[in-house]
């Protein structure tokens, strides 16, 4: 990794960002019809501020995302308002802010390194990384500017057309076949990039990992594209073979995990492991439930958080239930076996949300469990049961990566798997198991969980029972566009409400992949 000394500096030369930045960010017409030409920029440092953005969510994420797919709740409201009382504030709409930052970066590198023999290498990761975040932007809010996104500063399009989800996935899964087949080994390296350190190699097995999961996510809406460009993924025989293919993040004291500056810090009394998540892992005896959480048996005030009290042991465990506010949950306390909020359990923050803890993009337990999948639709050749016994090793074994204490024994892992083989009796059994696997897998990239959760329905989540939900009986299924848009690019928001919601847009509305 660069010293982290002169990642500042590479960042502090592209305060010009906002010169690239897509239309539809907040006025920033008078900049974006400058023509000050920024070829000179090492592209190579804007791609790492590009990788940067995207690692970089905050605590917005938390609160709305790892509530919804039930991995962690705050029962505080006012600034803690999310997922746990089924609400929405534009303060959540941090998939949005990647047109303000890491798409125009990437645009801007794929055109700075186009026909550059040099720069082949760059330009295809570029390519594959701009896929991966426009990826999560659509998944969360369905049409958005895609075409004509991040141009504001080269071609002056300040209100950038919205785009179809299924244009865009069509585009996806092109981008990420082409690039990924483009990258060449044999060729340079990507000079001072963060991710892999520039190791071409491990980019191409990352675009391949994510080209299969972008097929599987049109499992049901367009099984027949899904299954071609699975097929393709498939015989490129390039997936990330092992935990150290991981695309992780890594972090440092100086280059701090924003997750856990934010858990670590002045919030980390005010969210809890849900009892949906908790109980799930202890009914199949799980031994991540051990390294994931802590708990502060006995606790009645923050204060009272101490070392002393702290508990690992599974059977001590105790999750919050979903819908309560700090003052419904009190009603909940004989119930769930605790004494106070601060009794319920929580994610280990010395492992998982300290300053230093790395953040993960995709890993090689996630694309061996859609591998998995792959295998039980018929998609591709081999024994999924294999595939998913690897997913599960990989992933408790991938829990040291955050932090060397963090480990789940051998044994442990032998007599979970040999508890848990993979259910071949019908598709369904084989799929379900699969996807509640996907959602322990995908732990903490919330967006990526959030996803699967939608386009398979698993796991099976309970339906919050706050009394004020703005989805009664349902979840939230869709992030709302942002208040700016509405001013800054109404026509084109206009045109894409009308065409995916004529009925209206709300949070339980579902996307085109999700229909």
Not at 3 to 24: D, E
Not at 242 to 254: C, F, G, R, V, Y
Request: proline residues 5%; charged residues 20%; contains cysteine.
């Amino acid at each position: 990794m660069i010293v982290m000394k002169k990642i500042k500096l590479y960042i502090t030369a592209f305060l010009a960002v906002a010169l690239f930045a897509v239309g539809c960010d907040k006025g920033f017409d008078e900049i974006n019809t400058s023509k000050i030409d920024l070829k000179t920029t090492n592209p190579a440092y804007l791609f790492n501020s590009a990788i940067i953005d995207v690692t970089g969510r905050g605590g917005n994420y938390i609160l709305q995302e790892f509530g919804v797919i039930q991995w962690m709740v705050s029962p505080f409201g006012a600034s803690q308002v999310g997922a746990n009382y089924n609400q929405w504030t534009d303060k959540q709409n941090e998939p949005w802010n990647f047109f303000q930052n890491a798409i125009p970066k990437t645009v801007e590198v794929v055109r700075m390194t186009k026909g550059d023999d040099r720069k082949q290498n760059l330009h295809n990761a570029a390519r594959i990384w701009k896929a991966y975040v426009f990826m999560q932007i659509t998944d969360a809010y369905g049409d958005i500017p895609y075409f004509q996104a991040g141009l504001g500063y080269t071609e002056q399009i300040i209100t950038p057309e919205y785009n179809t989800q299924q244009v865009i996935y069509t585009d996806l899964l092109k981008e990420l076949d082409e690039a990924s087949a483009a990258l060449d080994p044999a060729k340079e390296v990507i000079s001072g990039e963060l991710l892999y350190g520039g190791n071409v190699a491990n980019w191409k097995k990352l675009g391949y990992s994510l080209l299969l999961r972008a097929a599987m996510r049109l499992s049901k809406v367009d099984p027949a594209t899904a299954e071609t460009y699975v097929k393709k993924a498939v015989a490129a025989n390039s997936f990330m073979s092992s935990n150290s293919d991981n695309a992780i993040m890594k972090h440092t004291p100086e280059f701090q995990n924003s997750y856990g500056n934010w858990l670590s810090s002045t919030e980390r009394g005010n969210l809890y492991a849900t009892k949906t998540f908790v109980e799930f892992l202890r009914s199949k005896n799980d031994p991540r439930l051990g390294v994931f959480l802590y708990r502060f048996e006995g606790a009645t005030t923050s204060a009272q958080q101490t070392d002393a009290r702290k508990t690992k042991d599974p059977a001590k465990q105790r999750g919050m239930p979903i819908g309560y506010s700090n003052l419904t949950i009190v009603d909940q306390f004989t119930v769930e076996g605790v004494v106070a909020i601060h009794d319920f359990s929580q994610f280990d923050h010395t492992y998982f949300f300290n300053n230093s803890a790395p953040q993960f993009h995709c890993t090689y337990a996630q694309t061996q469990l859609l591998l998995a999948e792959a295998m039980v639709r018929g998609w591709a050749t081999g024994d999924p049961k294999v595939a998913f016994e690897n997913a599960v090793r990989a992933d408790m074994a991938r829990l040291a990566q955050f932090n060397s204490a963090a480990v789940v024994p051998a044994a442990a892992i032998d007599a979970y798997i040999a508890a848990h083989p993979l259910d071949v009796s019908s598709t369904e059994a084989a799929l379900e198991q699969i996807n509640y696997e996907y959602w322990i897998a995908t732990f903490p990239l919330s967006t990526e969980a959030w996803a699967n959760w939608r386009r398979t329905g698993y796991p099976v989540l309970p339906v919050n029972p706050y009394p004020s939900s703005q989805v009664p009986g349902d979840f939230i299924r869709r992030h709302l566009y942002p208040e700016i848009e509405k001013i800054t690019n109404k026509e084109n928001l206009e045109a894409a409400l009308n065409r995916q919601f004529p009925q209206g847009e709300k949070m339980n509305s579902r996307i085109w992949w999700h229909k």
